[in-house]
């Protein structure tokens, strides 16, 4: 075993996804998370790893979201903050608006899971220097909104082309996915100001380009032997350059267009469940076989020192 590896999932809820598409509906906010999250919690327990989930706050507000959000906490793993409405144009926010997000998020969060966040990832990797500062300012130990990739703005631009948004909206959205400057960023992680670490997402070293599971599923629309080959390919390449991969996840890697046809409009939504899931545990197995893996928080633990890090110490239930 050499460095330490994580792993994190972005619980976004149907609604966000439609919301973020700019289609009507998402203001009764549906959820799948009653369906999905048992199917995440399998198949984690299964490879024996506790990861970090990135709560939305709207999500943790709503009481027939609890028993979902409450089951992730009690299964030991770290519970960190989403935003409240995840809204992509989180850069766009004024200071006032940054605070009254936060509030309303980690209120929520704590009262449904138990659990007060220490770990920040903005929707759609939407960050600014504001944000970062308020991170600073309420005691965070990392942010992870960096998506360090040169397909950042093809996959904006591929968005764009699909949904049925006005100018006003998508001008909102012009910063989803991250800009190109990002994709010469660190892969590994680094401090911002001294106590706040930044744990980007991992992209292909030297390619740069995406590794997380949306990516590989996207690939395996055609070939999964093509999608499983080239995830092998960023292990090998992580191993070289010395990168401990932080694997991102979200719900959408468990579910296919059967069991949310409101969500068809979502790549690889064709591809059913159980391929998806069977992808996602060769990733984990593979990341397994070669690092130590764990939270978020542990890894930020790991890289500065126990010490700066205490208030990040899981409290796993029993």
């Keep these: 075993m050499n460095l330490t590896a994580s792993v994190s999932l972005d619980l976004d809820n149907q609604w966000a996804y439609v919301k973020t598409q700019g289609l009507d509906g998402w203001q009764d906010f549906p959820s799948y998370l009653d369906l999905v999250v048992p199917r995440i919690l399998d198949t984690l327990k299964q490879a024996g790893l506790r990861i970090t989930v990135f709560v939305v706050g709207k999500d943790a507000a709503l009481e027939k979201n609890y028993g979902a959000l409450r089951s992730i906490a ?28 936060f509030d309303a998020a980690e209120a929520a969060i704590e009262s449904a899971t138990g659990e007060m966040p220490r770990g920040f990832r903005g929707p759609g990797f939407s960050t600014s220097a504001a944000v970062r500062a308020l991170l600073t300012q309420r005691g965070y130990a990392y942010d992870a909104s960096l998506f360090p990739t040169v397909l950042g703005p093809v996959a904006r631009l591929y968005f764009f082309m699909t949904s049925k948004l006005p100018p006003e909206e998508k001008a909102k959205r012009r910063g989803l996915y991250g800009s190109f400057s990002s994709a010469f960023s660190p892969l590994t992680p680094y401090q911002i100001v001294p106590g706040l670490m930044e744990l980007p997402v991992t992209t292909m070293p030297l390619l740069r380009t995406p590794v997380h599971l949306s990516y590989l599923l996207f ?20 191993r070289m350059t010395g990168v401990a991969p932080s694997l991102l996840l979200h719900p959408t890697d468990f579910l296919d267009a059967t069991d949310v046809p409101a969500m068809s409009f979502f790549p690889a939504m064709r591809v059913p469940a159980a391929r998806k899931i069977e992808l996602v545990r060769h990733t984990l197995t593979s990341l397994l076989a070669h690092w130590e893996v764990g939270t978020m928080a542990q890894v930020a633990r790991a890289v500065t020192g126990p010490a700066k890090l205490e208030h990040c110490e899981l409290r796993v239930h029993p």
């Design 74 to 101: 009690e299964s030991g793993h770290e519970i960190a903050n989403h935003s409240h409405m995840h809204e992509p144009w989180l850069h766009l926010y004024s200071n006032e608006e940054l605070q009254t997000d």
């Design 219 to 238: 690939l395996a629309q055609w070939s999964i032997p093509l999608a499983r080959a080239y995830w092998d390919m960023a292990v090998a390449f992580c």
